[in-house]
């Protein structure tokens, strides 16, 4: 189901998995969780996934059960997290590892604590199959996180566009395939395991990428990015797409995530943008810009 090899997987662990097509276009970069052997979480970005799921088994005849659990997710972020966290848990929660969960109880129930989140900050994702306990747990971590003046949020994109935390819909999308966007060390392609895509991508490799998910520098302190923006060269042809912007107060100026086609994705190649009826300079750079 997916390029990346899960065959040495191991239980209690979360892995960052691209799903493909059959033209190998990403359909899916998924969180997926191992629960057990015969057992599995695929925690999903903004894309349907399940009645591919589903066809892909029906197509292969494999016999498995797909299902949506019903699954709420609460995200405790930021570098109080763990402290907040601990005063609830207990130490052990402290010590699980990056991208790794184990089960906690609150109020009578286990909930599936992953280290985990959308944010270079740090913190927990608590995967919650009961309501009941779960809005307790919400109203907890409010009460004990007074000290640490916690507060409701969403995710920030400022810090997810400087961390080059890819967005499915924005960044990337089913047009695009793994090794353009930058994903070549979540794909196998030299393994005995067998996926959807596989060939193509091999093809893909073969012949080499046309087109580079990159940083972009933009001369602007403002940005509003509604969809794709052109980008140009000094002749105006077209060399890239910006699909990302925002304005980042550590650099100053508007940054950005930008498909950038060959050969104009080198590090510090120039670049002209309209935005809003002016057109600024730009520069393109390495992601994560930090």
């Known amino acids: ?71 709420d997710i609460l995200a405790v972020q930021g570098p109080k997290s763990f402290m907040l966290m601990e005063k609830i848990f207990g130490k052990k929660i402290t010590e699980i590892n990056f991208f790794g969960f184990d089960y906690f109880e609150f109020a009578g129930a286990k909930h599936l604590i992953a280290r985990s989140g959308w944010s270079k900050q740090g913190g927990y994702e608590i995967f919650v199959e009961n309501t009941k306990s779960g809005l307790a747990l919400y109203d907890k971590l409010f009460e004990l996180g007074k000290e640490f003046d916690v507060k409701p949020g969403c995710p920030n ?40 895509g596989k060939e193509k991508l091999k093809e893909v490799r ?24 052109k980008i140009i060269d000094e002749k105006n042809n077209e060399i890239g797409e910006l699909r990302s912007g925002v304005y980042s107060p550590h650099f100053g100026k508007v940054i950005g995530i930008a498909m950038m086609f060959k050969p104009y994705w080198n590090n510090s190649q120039t670049f002209k943008i309209e935005l809003n009826g002016t057109s600024f300079d730009g520069k393109v750079c390495d992601l994560p810009f930090i």
């Open 1 to 71: 189901m997916t390029c990346r090899d899960l065959s040495k997987s191991k239980i209690g662990r979360c892995y960052y998995c691209p799903i493909i097509d059959d033209k190998a276009g990403l359909i899916n970069d998924p969180i997926i969780l191992k629960l057990d052997e015969q057992r599995w979480w695929i925690s999903i970005a903004d894309s349907d996934v399940i009645l591919f799921a589903k066809g892909l088994a029906i197509g292969h005849k494999f016999d498995v059960k797909i299902f949506e659990p019903n699954v």
């Open 157 to 196: 994109l400022i810090e997810r566009i400087e961390s080059a935390l890819l967005s499915y819909g924005n960044d990337i999308d089913n047009n695009d395939n793994p090794l353009e966007c930058g994903l070549d060390k979540y794909v196998n392609l030299d393994t005995d395991v067998n996926f959807l």
């Open 206 to 229: 073969k012949q080499g990428i046309t087109r580079k998910l990159m940083g972009v520098k933009i001369e602007s302190k403002e940005i509003n990015v509604a969809k794709s923006i």
